[in-house]
């Protein structure tokens, strides 16, 4: 039986949901603390003893803490190997499977909140304009690849997906993804999944 992971987050929506979600895909128990952010938790000495920044998420499991979504994700996939989230070192497909982490994680998160950003955390709607024809070429260039198959890197679900899954909802809760069928469509396939509605990642839009 897995040990229980404890995850520190602020709200449902933020890079913490990654971690939720992976949770509940390798059936990790899971208890989840909400940080005062108003309240300056997240600076205070037992928050950053987990996580030197003072950001989310960061978690605590067998004694010991890691921090950044990305990074936990990827341990434990690895420490799950029979899921088939991640892929080996040896195999041939690491190379591709880093890339399509990596642009999850940095490229497309980067730009997805920038739009994000703009739109409800502090809207713009210049910022918000700019966003988008940033975020053009990237989204345009991921529906070309995901009408040929059904995940990032074929027809098997793997932490790429998760990673870009996150930023997918954001980008749907602030109608960023009206011009593209096939994202939406793709995110459906994601929402679908039993582990991301117990995650509860993909929330409905706001009407």
């Given at each position: 039986m897995p040990s229980k992971l404890v995850l520190y987050s602020f709200v449902p929506f933020d890079r913490s949901a990654r971690v939720r979600w992976l949770a509940h895909e390798l059936g990790i128990e899971i208890e989840e603390h909400k940080l005062d952010y108003a309240g300056g938790e997240h600076r205070g000495e037992d928050h950053l003893r987990r996580h030197p920044f003072g950001l989310v998420p960061a978690i605590e499991m067998n004694g010991e803490s890691q921090w950044e979504s990305v990074a936990i994700c990827?341990?434990?996939?690895?420490?799950?190997?029979?899921?088939?989230?991640?892929?080996?070192?040896?195999?041939?497909?690491?190379?591709?499977y880093l890339s399509w982490l990596m642009f999850a994680a940095s490229?497309?998160?980067?730009?997805?909140?920038?739009?994000?950003?703009?739109?409800?955390?502090?809207?713009?709607?210049d910022r918000r304009k700019h966003g988008m024809a940033e975020l053009f070429p990237l989204l345009v260039h991921l529906a070309r690849h995901l009408n040929e198959r059904d995940f990032l890197m074929g027809e098997r679900f793997m932490l790429p997906d998760l990673i870009i899954g996150h930023s997918i909802q954001l980008l749907y809760l602030v109608k960023a993804l009206e011009d593209y069928p096939g994202l939406r469509d793709y995110r459906r396939r994601l929402a679908e999944r039993p582990a991301a509605k117990a995650a509860s990642v993909f929330s409905p839009r706001p009407q």
């Open positions: 990827q341990a434990l996939a690895e420490q799950h190997p029979e899921a088939g989230f991640t892929v080996p070192l040896a195999s041939p497909m690491r190379k591709q490229t497309f998160d980067a730009a997805a909140f920038a739009v994000f950003n703009s739109s409800a955390i502090k809207p713009s709607e």
